[in-house]
């Protein structure tokens, strides 16, 4: 099982000083590899891997450095290109993270990311890799509570001082649009502003006056997309319709009845996410509209919108 820093051993254990004595990198094994913290999101460390190692079995040694075994070797390459010495970091994203990690040095460096199964502690699949980290950046996706280990080296076993910036974009709602640009970072949502769509409906009502009030001679939905909810209360009757195809909806228990004035008639428009990659994968932000019944007519009440996420009422944009 890999050991996981605290965050405050983790960020003490970023920087390594140049050494007295000779002696590989804390993190020259695999099974020994340092927690990358995601905060802050701007980071820089460094490393010496003058005396890094490149290991035959990397279950050989365990996290304490005690002889153990039965590992897959190590495969440091990328796109054919072997790189050697190398160190591993470990990072374990709670939500969705963009990535973007440089390495500077006066060599050659390559570099590997991978996922890896905490259960055993075998690596599963490589990520993203770049034999040339120094001149270009490593721009990984990094799926929430998915487990990644980041391999370094130099190119062709060289060793010696390594410079990492890692840079980390959170996706706090795992819509595909990182926080410092998602206009709605809380709730999922679609396209660069990363906010859900807006229900484009129209409920209507149609009526006949009487002496105290009206009379409802129909109530609809103009232009419902397929899935959405519609709900609507009136004289204490309730009617709830989930629209099979897109199109309009006619709340048809509200025909012939009366509402008394100052009496309210109201209607909501929901749509939950859909999933897959349409319009309404992630849902979409509802219309919550109303009417006050009056002698002769009805009053409008301001439209509210619902939120896509949690489905409470909220000012409209």
């Not at 050991?3 to 094994?29: C, G, H, M, V």
């Not at 004035?261 to 349409?278: F, P």
């Amino acid at each position: 099982m890999r050991i996981a820093l605290s965050l405050l051993a983790a960020a003490a254990a970023l920087s390594f000083p140049a050494a007295a004595l000779a002696a590989p990198p804390a993190n020259d094994n695999y099974l020994g590899s340092t927690r990358v913290p995601l905060d802050p999101a701007e980071l820089s460390t460094t490393v010496d891997t003058t005396e890094a190692t490149t290991q035959a079995d990397l279950f050989n040694p365990n996290a304490d450095g005690q002889p153990l075994g039965g590992g897959p070797a190590e495969q440091a390459s990328c796109n054919g290109v072997a790189f050697g010495k190398t160190v591993w970091y470990d990072i374990a994203p709670p939500t969705n993270y963009g990535l973007q990690l440089r390495a500077s040095a006066a060599f050659g460096v390559g570099i590997a990311i991978y996922e890896w199964n905490p259960r055993t502690s075998l690596i599963t699949k490589q990520v993203a890799c770049s034999a040339n980290a120094t001149a270009e950046d490593l721009l990984p996706t990094l799926d929430a509570n998915k487990s990644y280990t980041v391999q370094v080296g130099g190119v062709g076993g060289v060793g010696g001082a390594i410079g990492l910036s890692w840079t980390f974009f959170p996706d706090s709602d795992n819509d595909g649009a990182y926080d410092p640009i998602d206009d709605c970072p809380t709730v999922p949502g679609i396209g660069n502003s990363g906010c859900p769509p807006r229900l484009n409906v129209t409920p209507r009502v149609l009526f006949a006056n009487t002496g105290s009030g009206i009379v409802l001679t129909k109530l609809f939905v103009e232009r419902v997309p397929k899935g959405a909810k519609v709900v609507a209360s009136a004289g204490g009757r309730t009617q709830t319709i989930t629209a099979k195809k897109t199109g309009t909806i006619t709340l048809t228990k509200f025909t012939g009845r009366a509402i008394a004035a100052g009496k309210q008639i109201a209607v909501k428009v929901t749509m939950k996410a859909q999933g897959g990659k349409g319009k309404y994968r992630n849902g979409a932000t509802g219309l919550y509209r109303r009417w006050t019944a009056k002698v002769g007519g009805l009053k409008s009440q301001p439209d509210r919108c619902l939120n896509a996420k949690s489905g409470k009422t909220e000012k409209c944009s």
